[in-house]
């Protein structure tokens, strides 16, 4: 008869070995978490100039513009003037010296709120003093302003790609609904661009980012060309009516209700995100509608407007039993589980370093807190549902909304 051989673990020898897989999960959940990962950001005292130290072989210098919002269609067509302008003054810059011989590459973009400006070179030639050239060149080729013959057939052309994007209904409510909330002005953009396209790159207007190796002593140096901002950009006044109503167009109604909201830099802004999604979250359970919510936080200013089409959308129906009935299905549970799934995206999402280099111009521009990545989730958690609630009760039922009707032929 054979031996029969002992099992190689007993059952006490498994216990410990699960108790101590389970320790390690919790130990390794909770590090993945731990502040010890998220980029450390740094500001330099009284100047907003903001700084990240990660290994890298190339080093980002960014210049991020403060144009004030571009709400409204006159103000966003102002906005890709302002960068066909800045690219245009900005052309061969990398041809020439200290440029060319540090490899530096150039880039531009805009968006509703701001010019960014960035330059990119390896990080091994990037020297304190040439940064500080290629920076102060940067800067005085923008300021520089130099018009040429052709400005007003740019402005021809971005009016009319505008003109056919006004074509779709809903581009068409919102374009209205911008004008509400952001008037326009009475002078013609190209007569005042010029006044525009100073102010949008004056010393107060620009906030630096550097991101790389060693930043620290090339903040020092970047640090003289800064001034410490004193921004004052005004926001236009909203115009009356609130109801309005639009020449029909198409086969289908269109209502837009919208309303406007204070800017990124509030410090409710946790409960305005968490609001915003329930919305979505709850809009996308309705069956008997088709609805898109557009929102926008942008510098010291944002809105969010609700866009309902369809067969069931009448035009001269009363929405507010709607927005009860929307109301009604608004829950804890909805709110809690929309928590849930920007807390778990927001995990996932800074896994990776370049996720978490990707906001730093964001906390930079719109002067969020040096720990904020660190704080959103514990900002997130503490949100009251029943601020929530009202929050999203005054973006469906308050009376300073704006209501806009598109009605069919």
């Given amino acids: 008869m054979s031996d029969v051989k002992p099992p190689l673990f007993n059952r006490t020898y498994l216990k410990i070995i699960i108790w101590i897989v389970a320790i390690a999960i919790v130990f ?10 998220f980029i450390r950001i740094h500001k330099y005292p009284d100047l907003p100039l903001y700084y990240v130290d ?10 991020l513009f403060r144009t004030g919002v571009a709400i409204n269609s006159e103000q966003q067509l102002l906005q890709q003037l302002l960068l066909q302008q800045a690219e245009q003054q ?10 060319s011989t540090m490899n530096a590459a150039l880039s531009a973009g805009i968006s509703a709120d701001k010019l960014q400006i960035s330059i990119t070179l390896p990080a091994k030639q990037a020297k304190a003093d040439t940064l500080k050239t290629m920076a102060k060149q940067l800067l005085e080729r923008l300021r520089a302003y130099h018009p040429d013959t052709d400005l007003e057939q740019r402005w021809a052309h971005l009016e009319a790609a505008q003109y056919l994007n006004l074509k779709d209904p809903e581009n068409r409510l919102l374009s209205t609904f911008g004008d509400l909330i952001n008037s326009p002005v009475s ?3 190209l007569q005042r661009f010029a006044d525009f396209f100073h102010h949008s790159v004056r010393p107060e207007a620009v906030t630096l980012t550097l991101k790389g190796p060693d930043t620290e002593p090339l903040a020092e140096q970047l640090s003289s060309l800064l ?19 639009l020449s029909p167009q198409g086969n289908q109604t269109y209502r837009l209700s919208g309303i406007a909201l204070p800017g990124r830099q509030q410090p409710q802004f946790a409960t305005e ?3 915003i999604r329930t919305l979505q979250q709850l809009l ?6 088709t609805a898109r919510l557009v929102w926008k936080s942008l510098d010291k200013q944002g809105f969010v407007a609700m866009i309902l089409q369809g067969s069931k959308i009448n035009a001269n129906e009363n929405l507010d039993p709607l927005m009860q009935t929307l109301l009604a299905q608004l829950d804890d549970p909805l709110i809690n589980d929309t928590r849930d799934m920007l807390r778990n995206n927001y995990q996932t999402q800074m896994e990776a370093i370049e996720s978490q280099l990707s906001l730093l111009d964001t906390i930079a521009f719109y002067q969020l807190p040096l720990d904020y990545l660190n704080d959103f989730e514990e900002k997130l958690n503490q ?6 609630k009202k929050l999203i009760t005054l973006f469906l039922t308050s009376p300073d909304r704006y209501q806009l009707t598109l009605p069919a032929y």
């Avoid at 390794?28 to 990962?37: G, K, M, P, V």
């Avoid at 990660?54 to 210049?63: A, G, P, V, Y």
């Avoid at 001034?227 to 109503?245: E, F, G």
Wanted: hydrophobic fraction near 30%.
């Fill in 28 to 37: 390794l959940t909770a590090r993945q978490n731990s502040n010890s990962d």
């Fill in 54 to 63: 990660n290994d890298d072989s190339t080093l980002q210098l960014s210049f």
């Fill in 90 to 99: 900005l052309a061969e810059l990398t041809n020439q010296q200290p440029f």
């Fill in 187 to 189: 002078v013609h953009p």
């Fill in 227 to 245: 001034i410490a901002s004193s921004d004052n950009t005004r926001i236009n006044q909203p115009l009356s009516p609130r109801h309005q109503r």
């Fill in 273 to 275: 995100l968490l609001a």
């Fill in 284 to 289: 996308q359970q309705q069956s008997q509608l």
């Fill in 383 to 388: 949100v009251d549902n029943a601020e929530v």
